[in-house]
Every structure is written in structure tokens, then in C-alpha cells.
Nanobody, 125 residues
């Protein structure tokens, strides 16, 4: 059974940092697209960052460019989202997701096959 479990969310002051983790089990994501999405109250889920080594694709949402970095540790079957210079508008539930080997990173939820249950990030002003 494939599972994605996020961790690392919490409450942080504006300007602070958090690192989210996504531990995968039931599959190895070496050739998959791996991604982070977020959903704020009353808003649609939106792509944050994504990389797909199999098709050489990458996506970073404009609001997070230069502040958030996606990375992975294949040995631990885990990927991360390092979030720096956090702003109140970054407050959301953050989800990790994995797509198929031919998935391009576009920021869309389409093409993502597996999802975690989410971790809440709250940034206070």
C-alpha cells in the first residue's frame, strides 16, 4: 500500500523558517514526479513546488520562488520543502504528492497519483 506522510508543520512567526518532510512507503519515487501543494481556507489547492527527474521538469510557484526549496533523499524515500522568509499568506495545509513517471510539473493537481493527508502551516504576523 502506498502511503505519503507529511510532517514538520506548525506555528511560526513571519520571517521564520520551517522544513516539511514527506515520507513515502509502498513505492520508491526515484523516477516519479514529487511535489508539494497547499490549500488555504476558502481557496483551491495550488501547486507550490515540483520536480520530475524522469522528464526533466520543474515547477515553482511565483509567490514562493527564492524562498521555498524542494529536495529529496532517495535513500530515506523522503522529500522535503524548505520554507524560508515565511509570510502570513503562506498559511495553509500543505500536501505532498507523487505523480507518474511521465508527469510534467505544471503546478496542476492532475497527474498526481498519490497524496498525503496534509500538515498545517500557520504563519503569524
Amino acid at each position: 500500500e502506498v502511503q505519503l506522510v507529511e510532517s514538520g508543520g506548525g506555528l511560526v512567526q513571519a520571517g521564520g523558517s520551517l522544513r516539511l518532510s514527506c515520507a513515502a512507503s509502498g513505492f520508491t519515487f526515484d523516477d516519479y514526479a514529487i511535489a508539494w501543494f497547499r490549500q488555504a481556507p476558502g481557496k483551491e489547492r495550488e501547486g507550490v513546488s515540483c520536480i520530475s527527474s524522469s522528464v526533466g521538469s520543474r515547477y515553482d510557484a511565483d509567490p514562493v520562488k527564492g524562498r521555498f526549496t524542494i529536495s529529496s533523499d532517495n535513500a530515506k524515500n523522503t522529500w522535503y520543502l524548505q520554507m524560508n522568509s515565511l509570510k502570513p499568506e503562506d498559511t495553509a495545509v500543505y500536501y505532498c504528492a507523487a505523480g507518474g513517471k511521465t508527469t510534467y510539473c505544471t503546478g496542476s493537481v492532475y497527474g498526481m497519483d498519490y497524496w498525503g493527508k496534509g500538515t498545517l502551516v500557520t504563519v503569524s504576523s
